[in-house]
């Protein structure tokens, strides 16, 4: 005759304890990875990104030529402009 001493659940409360032990202490690492990420990704630290480069009055007026909004008089007339 077998004794279970008040353990009722057998092989599957093993199991099932084991596992959620396995989800107790995978959510606390994803939860501590979490607040580490955030805390990194803060605006406390400076931003990696480049500004963007500001184009000269020449540079625009060139874009604009090339795009075809001015023609080639206006072009003449503004970059003489810029040029005094």
Known sequence: MWF???????????????????????????LIFWGVRSLMSSKNYPQTDTPERVLSALEILDQR???GEINRDEYAAIKGDIAH
């Open 4 to 30: 279970n001493h008040g353990y009722e659940f057998g092989w599957g409360g093993m199991i099932f304890g084991g596992l959620m032990m396995l989800v107790f202490w995978g959510g606390l690492i994803a």
């Open 65 to 67: 030529y090339a795009q």
